[in-house]
Nanobody, 115 residues
Framework: QVQLVESGGGLVQPGGSLRLSCAAS????????MGWFRQAPGKQRELVAS???????NYRDSVKGRFSISRDNAKNTVYLQMNSLKPEDTAVYYC?????????WGQGTQVTVSS
């Protein structure tokens, strides 16, 4: 079963940047589309960005132009570069296959945007 370990979260001021990383093991990483998801308190988990095995990307409207997803198949790692962060970006961020592998959710990494 695939294992996903997210890192790179933290506390950042509005307008700041963070880069999240997700290390995957236990599957043939390169053949899967991958996504970054987030869940804010009291809200449902939502897909933020996805990237296909071929590198095509998609973003939810609220993060377009601010977030960038990328992947390094040699390192079995997917990244999320987040710029111009807003308080409404505060959430726990998770990576997973896209669509998600339900048993594969990791612990996530907390991102807090606050002054």
């Amino acid at each position: 079963q695939v294992q996903l370990v997210e890192s790179g979260g933290g506390l950042v001021q509005p307008g700041g940047s963070l880069r999240l990383s997700c290390a995957a093991s236990g599957s043939i990483f390169s053949i899967y589309a991958m996504g970054w998801f987030r869940q804010a308190p009291g809200k449902q988990r939502e897909l933020v960005a996805s990237i296909t095995s071929g590198g095509n990307t998609n973003y939810r409207d609220s993060v377009k132009g601010r977030f960038s997803i990328s992947r390094d198949n040699a390192k079995n790692t997917v990244y999320l570069q987040m710029n111009s962060l807003k308080p409404e970006d505060t959430a726990v961020y998770y990576c997973n296959h896209a669509p998600p592998c339900l048993p594969c959710w990791g612990q996530g990494t907390q991102v807090t945007v606050s002054s």
